[in-house]
């Protein structure tokens, strides 16, 4: 359970320097990250005069960053997907959601990270490290995002440690090439290829990583390339609102996923 008490004031403001390769792009740019060792929940006392430390939990799994325009002082990033599996004592809890990311400044680098989660089916929370030094070693992503800001008696927070995934497959296996068209407004091309034949499975998620669409539901291919297309529908044959989606396939236990920007 999250524990609650009073808010943090806000953390001031510091400037600092602009990134040179903070360009604004074309289309959105989609990059599958892994969390990294060192990546924790932390629930209990962080700041004196209270004296028992917070309970640290190790937290595993994958998100995706999605670039966004820039401004004059910062690079913008959706954060998508966010599906990790924290190690409690009592087992595990999943966390999922979404968020967004910052990185720049004109006098020394910062950053700014917000999530907002669901820790075991929990109502969501919003998470958020204020705007902190840190984002020099970007695309490297190391923020700690709380509650109250770590001022409070009793807070909870994620440290979030991770980098791009050091493979686009999960298991050196299952290959999921990137959609197209993307964006796309009618439908978009799935590829992916399995190395051997066997069930698999194919799901749309939104950003938070609710699952909207089944494409392939455990149906047993062949080894070798295959194709699906999405119409940009829901399961109920809604039409999904202008945004960011992510397909994911799953397939022997190794799992791959990928975005998808969605225009109208």
């Given amino acids: ?127 958020d490290s204020g705007l902190i030094p840190g984002g020099g070693n970007f695309p490297r992503l190391d923020a700690t995002v709380s509650l109250y800001g770590l001022i409070a008696c009793i807070d909870t927070a994620l440290i979030v440690r991770g980098g791009p995934s050091t493979a686009s497959v999960v298991g050196g296996a299952v290959t999921l090439e990137a959609l197209a068209p993307n964006p796309f407004r009618a439908a978009t091309r799935v590829g992916f290829s399995l190395p051997e034949a066997g069930p698999a499975r194919v799901t749309v998620h939104d950003v938070a990583g609710r699952c909207l669409r089944t494409l392939v539901d455990g149906d047993r291919l062949e080894a070798g390339p295959h194709t699906i297309a999405w119409d940009g529908r829901s399961a109920d044959g809604r039409s999904c609102a202008a945004g960011c989606y992510f397909v994911r396939i799953e397939a022997d236990g190794r799992t791959e996923q990928r975005s998808v920007v969605k225009l109208r």
């Avoid at 999250?2 to 989609?30: D, E, Y």
């Avoid at 990294?36 to 004196?48: D, I, K, L, Q, V």
């Avoid at 670039?67 to 002082?73: M, V």
């Fill in 1 to 127: 359970m999250i524990p609650r008490t009073r808010a943090a004031a806000a953390r001031p403001a510091i400037m600092c320097i602009l990134i040179a390769c903070l360009a604004t792009p074309a289309v959105a740019q989609i990059t599958p990250y892994e969390l990294s060792p060192g990546a924790e929940f932390r629930t209990g006392c962080f700041t004196t005069p209270c004296v028992c430390g917070p309970l640290q939990d190790a937290v595993t799994g994958a998100f995706s960053l999605v670039r966004q325009a820039s401004d004059p002082q910062f690079a913008h990033y959706d954060v998508i997907g966010v599906d990790w599996v924290a190690q409690f004592p009592t087992g595990f809890v999943r966390i999922s959601g979404s968020g967004s990311y910052r990185v720049g400044g004109t006098a020394s680098i910062q950053q700014q990270l917000t999530l907002d989660l669901s820790v075991g089916g929990a109502p969501v929370r919003h998470f």
